[in-house]
């Protein structure tokens, strides 16, 4: 075996060779040949260019967050894979992970490309030697000791966290990352210098200034400003969400610290993992995306239990959201760290941040490359081993954008903050199961507004419902596909879906809004009762699994499955 800094690879050259030649999808970045790219202006070409060396420094940064040895291991393997090919078949799948391992979404452990160099539930926020049961520990003690706005800072979303003595200390990340967010600074201040459009250049000044100062205000200045660019040639997203942290989500399972901080007014946020995308926007697909949202004012009052809640968005004309359609350039940071999947779209600020408590909008962003992407022949396999014939016809990989834009839409839509993060560690899956089942649940009006028709909707439901079938058991950090099961599950205990007595899938559209709607209201419940324990109890009451999901997975993996990534730049 290959040592790298004295780290043993674990994966053998014959099984990184399996892994990248037979189970890696290539994502396809644009290149200068790009029509959207030859069509900017000579300033905007050059705009790109430092954007992307943005990028390119944050990744560094979020390769820190995410883990110790990770900027250390990947400089080994870069050096080493000059003239070793065992290193640099292991560099191929760190770049896939974006880290030294990462889940693949088949396998139940993580694949660890070195021996003994694990995935931490704190990543590198926290001390890796620090336990769930030690942290509460240190928590309640510094409050007891009337240390309350370092535990303030500590359960923040934007601070590494540290020993000193016996308690914690936190580092605001503008301080940890000075150097880098200095460097990512100067160089969105020279793209504003050359980028055309004065709109996007008032946000990359507010971005650079919020990287620059210990400030929460100016994170959510930049955030208002890039909310509210619709027409813009350029796309570059600073993105910041934890799904990573498993610690400071576990205060909410201890009911005695709870109490101690609500108290103290304190309410924890997991830690921010930190992205970058940057791209060119594409018009046409961004003028169908804004059909969708004309009718988002329409889906708020129709949403279930609303009178319990302040709805997310105006139920009036005007929404505080735009959305676009964007030609990849790069995806680097958490974007980058493809483990088990890859971003499709994402709609942002999320709630936890200030711009958004402070009454600004949103902004969603679709990738066109990620979509665009996939293996034909292997769909084709699926279908025919796994859904009856006579439904074929409905199943089409294009309106698999629709479910996502309807998606996108239905993170607006909704309860706030204050009744999600209050679920724990079942928060991120339960909001992205009620994403999917608004989605869903939300079709048939897009068809009555004249969005869609009739055939369109029994295309997303059978595509979707075909997108729900896995290839494993998920696991609590694969929030996305703690969804895909929760919904399968519910779909076949009520009976929208069936098996035949070959193992292949009918669908009743008759009763899928019915349904649909039934699982939205159960979940919308869910969030205002702001209970990790009912969070649990539903979650485990839809994610059994059992022979026929064993079928499926079976079947899935003899077909072949491509779960690594592999985003290629050009730019």
């Given amino acids: 075996m290959t040592k790298i800094n004295n780290f043993e690879i674990a994966i053998s050259e014959a099984d990184l060779d399996k892994i990248i030649n037979q189970q890696m999808m290539p994502i396809e970045m644009i290149d200068r040949n790009f029509e959207g790219y030859q069509q900017l202006a000579e300033g905007d070409k050059k705009a790109l260019s430092h954007l992307i060396a943005a990028a390119r420094i944050l990744n560094n940064v979020?390769?820190?967050?995410?883990?110790?040895?990770?900027?250390?291991?990947?400089?080994?393997?870069?050096?080493?894979?000059?003239?070793?090919?065992?290193?640099?078949?292991?560099?191929?799948?760190?770049?896939?992970?974006?880290?030294?391992?990462?889940?693949?979404?088949?396998?139940?452990?993580?694949?660890?490309?070195?021996?003994?160099?694990?995935?931490?539930?704190?990543?590198?926020?926290?001390?890796?030697?620090?336990?769930?049961?030690?942290?509460?520990?240190?928590?309640?003690?510094?409050?007891?000791?009337?240390?309350i706005d370092e535990v303030r800072k500590i359960l923040s979303a934007r601070s590494m966290v540290r020993r000193k003595g016996e308690d914690l200390i936190a580092i605001d990340y503008t301080q940890f990352f000075a150097q880098a967010f200095s460097d990512i600074a100067n160089e969105l201040e020279v793209a504003a210098h050359y980028s055309t459009n004065e709109e996007f250049n008032d946000y990359l000044g507010w971005q650079a200034q919020a990287l620059l100062q210990n400030n929460e205000d100016m994170d959510m200045l930049a955030d208002k400003h890039w909310a509210i660019m619709q027409d813009t040639p350029l796309e570059f997203t600073l993105s910041r969400?934890?799904?990573?942290?498993?610690?400071?989500?576990?205060?909410?399972?201890?009911?005695?610290?709870?109490?101690?901080?609500?108290?103290?007014?304190?309410?924890?946020?997991?830690?921010?993992?930190?992205?970058?995308?940057?791209?060119?926007?594409?018009?046409?697909?961004?003028?169908?995306?804004?059909?969708?949202?004309?009718?988002?004012?329409?889906?708020?009052?129709?949403?279930?239990?609303?009178?319990?809640?302040?709805?997310?968005?105006?139920?009036?004309?005007?929404?505080?959201?735009?959305?676009?359609?964007?030609?990849?350039?790069?995806?680097?940071?958490?974007?980058?760290?493809?483990?088990?999947?890859?971003?499709?779209?994402?709609?942002?600020?999320?709630?936890?941040k200030l711009s958004v408590r402070t009454g600004g909008g949103r902004r969603n962003v679709y990738h066109r490359q990620v979509r665009m992407s996939g293996d034909k022949a292997l769909r084709t396999e699926m279908l025919n081993a796994l859904l009856e014939k006579d439904f074929h016809q409905y199943y089409d990989d294009e309106v698999e954008h629709i479910f996502v834009i309807g998606h996108e839409n239905g993170h607006s839509l909704g309860p706030d903050s204050s009744y999600k993060d209050s679920l724990g560690a079942y928060k991120h899956i339960i909001e992205e199961n009620k994403a999917d089942v608004v989605s869903i649940a939300m079709m048939p009006q897009y068809v009555k507004s004249g969005v869609i028709d009739e055939?369109?909707?029994?295309?997303?439901?059978?595509?979707?419902?075909?997108?729900?079938?896995?290839?494993?058991?998920?696991?609590?950090?694969?929030?996305?596909?703690?969804?895909?099961?929760?919904?399968?599950?519910?779909?076949?205990?009520?009976?929208?879906?069936?098996?035949?007595?070959?193992?292949?899938?009918?669908?009743?559209?008759?009763?899928?809004?019915?349904?649909?709607?039934?699982?939205?209201?159960?979940?919308?419940?869910?969030?205002?009762?702001?209970?990790?324990?009912?969070?649990?109890?539903?979650?485990?009451?839809?994610?059994?699994?059992?022979?026929?999901?064993?079928?499926?997975?079976?079947?899935?993996?003899?077909?072949?499955?491509?779960?690594?990534?592999?985003?290629?730049?050009?730019?």
């Avoid at 693949?104 to 021996?115: L, M, V």
């Avoid at 400071?248 to 924890?268: C, H, K, Q």
Wanted: hydrophobic content about 40%; aromatic content about 8%; overall charge negative.
């Fill in 241 to 352: 969400e934890n799904y990573d942290d498993e610690v400071t989500p576990s205060v909410f399972e201890n009911e005695e610290l709870v109490a101690l901080l609500e108290e103290n007014n304190i309410f924890p946020i997991a830690k921010d993992m930190l992205g970058a995308r940057v791209g060119i926007v594409n018009k046409k697909g961004t003028d169908l995306i804004l059909k969708f949202k004309s009718q988002m004012s329409k889906l708020a009052k129709l949403m279930p239990l609303a009178d319990q809640y302040e709805q997310k968005i105006d139920t009036g004309d005007d929404v505080k959201q735009t959305m676009v359609d964007v030609d990849l350039a790069t995806l680097q940071g958490d974007y980058a760290q493809c483990r088990g999947g890859i971003t499709t779209a994402q709609n942002l600020p999320n709630d936890d």
């Fill in 62 to 147: 979020a390769l820190e967050q995410d883990h110790p040895l990770n900027l250390l291991l990947k400089k080994g393997l870069e050096d080493a894979a000059k003239n070793n090919t065992h290193a640099a078949k292991a560099l191929k799948l760190f770049n896939s992970f974006n880290g030294v391992a990462g889940i693949n979404g088949i396998d139940k452990d993580p694949i660890e490309i070195f021996e003994n160099v694990h995935i931490y539930k704190g990543r590198n926020f926290y001390p890796t030697d620090l336990s769930i049961e030690e942290f509460h520990k240190i928590l309640y003690r510094m409050l007891k000791n009337g240390n």
């Fill in 455 to 571: 055939t369109t909707l029994h295309k997303v439901y059978v595509t979707w419902i075909m997108r729900l079938l896995l290839k494993a058991k998920p696991q609590q950090i694969q929030p996305h596909r703690m969804g895909d099961l929760i919904h399968f599950n519910y779909l076949l205990r009520h009976g929208a879906i069936t098996f035949n007595a070959d193992n292949k899938i009918s669908i009743d559209f008759a009763i899928m809004p019915k349904v649909m709607n039934k699982i939205l209201e159960e979940t919308i419940a869910v969030q205002l009762s702001k209970s990790p324990k009912k969070a649990q109890q539903f979650i485990e009451e839809n994610t059994e699994w059992g022979k026929l999901h064993e079928y499926i997975a079976d079947t899935l993996i003899k077909i072949g499955v491509k779960p690594y990534k592999d985003i290629r730049t050009y730019l």
